[in-house]
């Protein structure tokens, strides 16, 4: 039981350039995220998906899309990197059980410059 | 939308005592308040959570406690060990939203 993984761990694109992270749980969780965190202003979240198929708006949405072909994965791409999407990103998981509770992966650090 | 305020930003302290790291929300309609340790290079991890029908809960050195009705929750870390040393999220939920909103962090140094 692996949990949450996230590949890549890191990556350095140039402005402009495209990429795809991928976020893969192995607990058969229904509710999946993306989130950044950037200095001081903690984890905020870009996307979520409620289930295979499905997939919602956060807080900073912009400049990102996703998608959730499979339960297990749920893709966060890039279309056209900015410096201002430098950050850290977290992938999360949570099941539909009395817990909240979310497993986060290891994060990837994106430089872009 | 919910907004959690998180206090203080940084706390450093000496091993053996006590840290204290304050939350407030605003939804009123919020039920469930986690609390996240993510060390360096790592991601959050849950270390102890409270639900709104309960005021306090321990699990050996750390505890939780709730206030409703101020709509603020905080979480104690007594004898603390420089293994402490991370930065800590709250965060606040409501029931079946499954979306939490967190607050900004705190990083705690515990210095030996």
């Known amino acids: 039981n692996a949990g949450v993984t996230q590949t890549p761990k890191f990556r350095v694109l140039k402005t402009g350039q495209s990429m795809t992270l991928l976020c893969a749980q192995d607990m058969n969780h229904e509710y999946m995220y993306w989130y950044r965190q950037d200095p001081g202003m903690g984890l905020r979240l870009i996307h979520y998906s409620v289930g295979e198929g499905t997939t919602a708006k956060g807080e900073v949405p912009d400049g990102y899309n996703v998608s959730r072909l499979k339960k297990q994965n749920f893709l966060l791409g890039l279309e056209s990197a900015a410096p201002s999407q430098t950050s850290v990103y977290f992938c999360?998981?949570?099941?539909?059980?009395?817990?909240?509770?979310?497993?986060f992966g290891p994060g990837t650090r994106l430089t872009v410059l | 939308g919910e907004n959690v305020e998180q206090h203080p930003s940084t706390l450093s302290v000496q091993e053996g005592d006590s840290a204290v790291i304050k939350c407030t929300y605003s939804d009123s309609a919020s039920n469930y308040f986690p609390w996240y340790k993510q060390e360096l290079g790592k991601g959050p991890q849950l270390i102890i959570d409270?639900?709104?029908?309960?005021g306090e809960k321990k699990d050996q050195r750390i505890a939780v406690t709730l206030n409703k009705t101020a709509k603020h929750f905080s979480l104690h870390i007594t004898e603390t060990q420089p293994e402490d040393s991370a930065v800590y999220f709250c965060a606040a939920s409501s029931g079946g939203s499954y979306i939490p909103t967190f607050g900004r962090g705190t990083s705690l140094i515990v210095h030996p």
């Open positions: 409270i639900r709104s029908n309960v």
């Open positions: 999360a998981s949570t099941g539909l059980a009395i817990s909240d509770t979310q497993y």
